[in-house]
Every structure is written in C-alpha cells, then in structure tokens.
T-cell receptor, first 112, second 111 residues
Framework: EPEVTQTPSHQVTQMGQEVILRCVPI?????FYWYRQILGQKVEFLVS????????KSEIFDDQFSVERPDGSNFTLKIRSTKLEDSAMYFC??????????FGSGTRLTVV | SQQGEEDPQALSIQEGENATMNCSYK?????LQWYRQNSGRGLVHLIL?????REKHSGRLRVTLDTSKKSSSLLITASRAADTASYFC???????????FGKGTRLHILP
C-alpha cells in the first residue's frame, strides 16, 4: 500500500537553528499538508499546498515557516529559527481530492 | 470553530466489548473523518462520512452522522487489544478544505 514517508524520524536542534523536515507524498496525490502535535495535545493544522502553492495556512504558520515542493516528489517544511515551543511531532499528509488523508509517521522535533 | 470535540476523553473497556466514541462539532461541514493514532505514531485514516450520509460501515467500525445535532459516533464492535489507541474525529467545511482535528478519545482495551 502506498505510503507517505517522512525523514528524519527524530531531530534534535538548538534554539535558533534552521530545520528542514522532509516528506515524500504519495505520487498521484494532489493535496499536501503539514500538521503538528505538541506532546499530549491535539493535532493542529499548519498549511495546505496545492498546485505548487500554499492554499491555506494557520496562524501558527508565521514567517518562520515555509514549505516547498522542490522537485515534484519531495515536500519540505522549513523552520528558519526554531524556538522551544516548536518542539512537537510534525506530520505530513497527502490526499487525492482532499478526501481521506494519508499521514506519514511523523518527525519528532526537539528544540533544546 | 468547526473543530470536533470527542467524548469521552478516555475510555477503558474489556476486550470483546463494544466501544463507542462521540464527536460534536460547531459548524456545517462537508465531511467528517475518523483517525486512529497509536502511541507516538502517525495517524491512520479509518473512515470518512459525507454530510449527506447517515451511516457507514467498515469491518468492525460503524460511524453515524447526525447533521441536525452536529454530532458523529464511532462504534468499534468486539474490541481487541490492538484497538488500544487514540481516536480523533476531523471535519472539513468544504470538499477541498483542510481537516480540523478534535482532541481525541484515548481508548484502552483491557485483557
């Protein structure tokens, strides 16, 4: 069964450093998303991406965040200057026609 | 906010029993989806129900949707130890809209 692949599974970074979280969505999917889940809390929407551009973003997705689909297969989330409160699980998802998302296993980001 | 709110927050039942989780939301929706998350893992899509549907089945799962009450329920029949997980409902306002998750129900199946 097709999967969404996320790398790395765990990343530790120092506060103020840039991180790039990588995702390979399912190849024939059209919609791409990033969500995050702070430990013990609910899953929060960050951004959706369709037709090579951001279609919607949440208030969490401020100027420190950016997304790219650089080569038609990868989908990346960049955090320019990480803060302690960015520590969370980050999930990538993709879907066809936005029905029923397929999520990756997540990247656990720890900012120290 | 359109987000769903699950009830109860936590549920412990004996293996073999049925588990029922509820989700309420605030605005009209296009569809509602249920996801499962095993501890520290990713989210697995279970079932999607559209606003014009009232009930859907998938294996041991049964989902109902009552748009007049803005609520949905997820029933897992004949529960198994492997069903231990958190279950989330997520709603989409429009067909191509993002989905917004509720806080989830932690289900624990006792042997």
């Amino acid at each position: 069964e097709p999967e969404v692949t996320q790398t790395p599974s765990h990343q530790v970074t120092q506060m103020g450093q840039e991180v790039i979280l990588r995702c390979v969505p399912i190849s024939n999917h059209l919609y791409f998303y990033w969500y995050r889940q702070i430990l013990g809390q609910k899953v929060e929407f960050l951004v959706s991406f369709y037709n090579n551009e951001i279609s919607e973003k949440s208030e969490i997705f401020d100027d420190q965040f950016s997304v790219e689909r650089p080569d038609g297969s990868n989908f990346t989330l960049k955090i320019r200057s990480t803060k302690l409160e960015d520590s969370a699980m980050y999930f990538c998802a993709s879907s066809v026609l936005s029905y029923g998302y397929t999520f990756g296993s997540g990247t656990r980001l720890t900012v120290v | 906010s359109q987000q769903g709110e699950e009830d109860p927050q936590a549920l412990s039942i004996q293996e073999g029993e049925n588990a029922t989780m509820n989700c309420s939301y605030k605005t009209s929706i296009n569809n509602l989806q249920w996801y499962r998350q095993n501890s520290g893992r990713g989210l697995v899509h279970l079932i999607l129900i559209r606003s014009n549907e009232r009930e859907k089945h998938s294996g041991r799962l049964r989902v109902t949707l009552d748009t007049s009450k803005k609520s949905s329920s997820l029933l897992i029949t004949a529960s198994r130890a492997a069903d231990t997980a958190s279950y989330f409902c997520a709603t989409a306002l429009n067909r191509d809209d993002k989905i917004i998750f509720g806080k989830g129900t932690r289900l624990h199946i006792l042997p």
